[in-house]
T-cell receptor, first 110, second 115 residues
Framework: GQQVMQIPQYQHVQEGEDFTTYCNSS?????IQWYKQRPGGHPVFLIQ?????EVKKQKRLTFQFGEAKKNSSLHITATQTTDVGTYFC??????????FGPGTRLSVLP | EAGVAQSPRYKIIEKRQSVAFWCNPI?????LYWYQQILGQGPKLLIQ????????DSQLPKDRFSAERLKGVDSTLKIQPAKLEDSAVYLC?????????????FGPGTRLTVT
């Protein structure tokens, strides 16, 4: 079946440092979505990427879709304590349903 | 707009008992999903409905899990009999439609503990 990997599994950063999480698929994707889940909360949609090489920004967050549409990244500039949570990618393969990655858990030390 | 509603929020049962979860999606959303999220893992799709029809139930353990969405709105997910490994958070999500992917709106989830 479709494999979706995310690295790193955990990341601890000092407030103000940057953070990047990577999502990798074994197959070419139709599109990819990113979600954030706060501790004890539910996943909340952040962004959807559709085009090869697409880059989207939301304030301090930058999302990128790889040229081969097999990988994606989420970069946070100057992390804040409000960024704490687990970041999931959800990969959609053509004709199939979304598969969520295992997530990257981010902790931010003040 | 009101979000996705789920109940109960928490449930503790003994193994071999049965349990049911309820979900009310956002008004107008045709697509409804049930996910199982085990602690420390990403959500795993159990079943997807488009209106009241099943689109994907390939990962639903059909010997013990069942789900329905009779009128194309509310949905229930049932486990009978429960096993220890069913302990997880059960998330319901909805979206406007399917095909070109739409963002999914998640409910707060039901945390199930099987003892």
């Amino acid at each position: 079946g479709q494999q979706v990997m995310q690295i790193p599994q955990y990341q601890h950063v000092q407030e103000g440092e940057d953070f990047t999480t990577y999502c990798n698929s074994s197959t070419t994707l139709s599109n990819i979505q990113w979600y954030k889940q706060r501790p004890g909360g539910h996943p909340v949609f952040l962004i959807q990427l559709v085009k090869s090489g697409e880059v989207k920004k939301q304030k301090r967050l930058t999302f990128q879709f790889g040229e081969a549409k097999k990988n994606s990244s989420l970069h946070i500039t100057a992390t804040q304590t409000t960024d704490v949570g687990t970041y999931f990618c959800a990969a959609l393969r053509y004709g199939q349903n979304f598969v969520f990655g295992p997530g990257t858990r981010l902790s931010v030390l003040p | 707009e009101a979000g996705v509603a789920q109940s109960p929020r928490y449930k503790i049962i003994e193994k071999r008992q049965s349990v049911a979860f309820w979900c009310n999606p956002i008004s107008g959303h045709a697509t409804l999903y049930w996910y199982q999220q085990i602690l420390g893992q990403g959500p795993k799709l159990l079943i997807q409905f488009q209106n009241n029809g099943v689109v994907d139930d390939s990962q639903l353990p059909k010997d013990r899990f069942s789900a329905e969405r009779l009128k194309g709105v509310d949905s229930t997910l049932k486990i009978q009999p429960a096993k220890l490994e069913d302990s997880a958070v059960y998330l319901c999500a909805s979206s406007w439609s399917m095909g070109i992917a739409y963002e999914q709106y998640f409910g707060p989830g039901t945390r199930l503990t099987v003892t």
